[in-house]
Nanobody, 114 residues
Framework: VQLVESGGGLVQPGGSLRLACAASGFTFSRYTMCWYRQTPEKERQLVAT????????VYPDSVKGRFTISRDNAKNTVYLQMNSLKPEDTAVYYCHAQGYIGSWGRGTQVTVSS
């Protein structure tokens, strides 16, 4: 299994970024996919979940209304659109196939700073 995250970078507060995660080595369309984030000070936090068909999504209150997860099963890719970014969103962002042990990429760094 391989998951490759991209799209991170440096953005000012209030800005937007779109992350992508390209998956291979497993049947992507059968798995619920998640985005997590982690900083050195905190445990890994779940920030978005999307069902295998893409018909249901879940977000924690900290990102609800600002982040949107989506997927394209034809492209084996899951996305995370992040709007109204805040400094506290700064973290390394990872995608993960729920229930697939070891399905973690290397992550992509998101830094929100003026």
């Amino acid at each position: 299994v391989q998951l490759v995250e991209s799209g991170g970078g440096l953005v000012q507060p209030g800005g937007s970024l779109r992350l992508a995660c390209a998956a291979s080595g497993f049947t992507f369309s059968r798995y619920t996919m998640c985005w997590y984030r982690q900083t050195p000070e905190k445990e890994r936090q779940l920030v978005a979940t999307i069902t295998s068909a893409g018909d249901s999504t879940v977000y924690p209150d900290s990102v609800k209304g600002r982040f949107t997860i989506s997927r394209d099963n034809a492209k084996n890719t899951v996305y995370l659109q992040m709007n109204s970014l805040k400094p506290e969103d700064t973290a390394v962002y990872y995608c993960h196939a729920q229930g697939y042990i070891g399905s973690w990429g290397r992550g992509t760094q998101v830094t929100v700073s003026s």
